[in-house]
Structures are given as structure tokens and as C-alpha cells.
């Protein structure tokens, strides 16, 4: 006898006749199979006597396991194939800001000072201008590196409150 401690289990006729065929198909004794039944059943948290309840959890179970996968392949989805997409709108969001910006100084400025000027002026203003372009793309540039920045550390689908400039603010 091994140094196992045994229980007995009383079992009607049919029961035991039932095990006893699905042991031997199995190649195993009556024992080893009825404990590796109750393993079965205890560590899933099923109860044997409902055949409907327990075929329903196993399918619930399979069920969440496939929906945990797919969010998961969802997530990395939004980390990696959807980041160039933010990248490309927040560089035309952050672009279009800063040209309506640029627009409304340089009209505001250009246009009274427009006639007074000489062509050596004009040309000055010109080279003047693609400076200040220059520095818009850098600028562009810039931001859309910090928004990426923040947005990774918020992390996909988490909200985080806009940080208002004292530039911003009217």
C-alpha cells in the first residue's frame, strides 16, 4: 500500500460499472480515474450533476479566453500600426495652428507696410520669410515629438487633462 492516504467512496452499481468501462478503455484502475474526475471538476469550480450549466461555463470560459486575446491583439494594434496615424494628425493639427497663427501676424503686418516698400526691401522680407518658415518646421517638428511623448506615457485608450500654455490662454 503506498504512503497515500485512501478514502473510500460508495458508488450505485451503474456508476460504478460506467467508470469502471471508461477506466479500462482509458488503461487506467477505477481509482486513478475517479480522482482525476474530481480534479477535474473541483479545480474548474463545476458541478458534475448540472450537464447544461457546466457545458455553458466551459463554453463562457473559451469564450473570454478568445475576447481577452482579441483586445490584447487590438491593444498592440493601436501601440504599433495606430501611433503613425496619431503622429501624422497631430503634425497636420499642430501645423495648421501654427500657420493660421503665422497667417494672421503676417497680413496684420504685411499688408500696411506692403506699398512703402522697395525691391530691395521686398526681397529682404523674402529671405526673412523662409528664416521664419524654417523655425515653423522645426517648431512643428518639436511638438509633434512632445504629443507622441505624452501620448505614449498615457498609454492607449487612457485620458489624461490638456495642459494649458500661458500662450494659449486669451
Known amino acids: 500500500m503506498s504512503a497515500e492516504l485512501r ?9 460504478h460499472r460506467k467508470g469502471e468501462a471508461a477506466a479500462i478503455s482509458m488503461g487506467t484502475s477505477l481509482g486513478i480515474y475517479a480522482s482525476a474526475a474530481v480534479e477535474y471538476f473541483a479545480t474548474r469550480g ?15 470560459q473559451q469564450i473570454k479566453k478568445l475576447g481577452d ?3 490584447g491583439f487590438l491593444q498592440e494594434q493601436e501601440r504599433g500600426l495606430l501611433t503613425g496615424i496619431l503622429e501624422e ?4 493639427r499642430i501645423t495648421l495652428d501654427r500657420v493660421l497663427r503665422m497667417n494672421e501676424i503676417l497680413v496684420s503686418n504685411l499688408s500696411s507696410r506692403l506699398e ?4 530691395a526691401q521686398l526681397q529682404q ?14 517648431a512643428i517638428e518639436k511638438q509633434t515629438i512632445e504629443a507622441l511623448v505624452t501620448a ?13 500654455e500661458e500662450t494659449d490662454k486669451v
Open 69 to 71: 486575446r482579441v483586445f
Open 89 to 92: 494628425m497631430l503634425r497636420t
Open 116 to 119: 512703402t516698400l522697395s525691391e
Open 152 to 164: 505614449k506615457k498615457a498609454g492607449p485608450g487612457r485620458r489624461i487633462k490638456p495642459v494649458v
Open 46 to 60: 463545476l458541478d458534475p450533476r448540472e450537464t447544461e450549466a457546466r457545458e455553458g461555463q466551459l463554453i463562457m
Open 125 to 138: 522680407q523674402q529671405e526673412a520669410l523662409k528664416l521664419l518658415r524654417g523655425r515653423n518646421e522645426e
Open 7 to 15: 478514502k473510500r467512496v460508495t458508488l450505485d452499481n451503474s456508476t
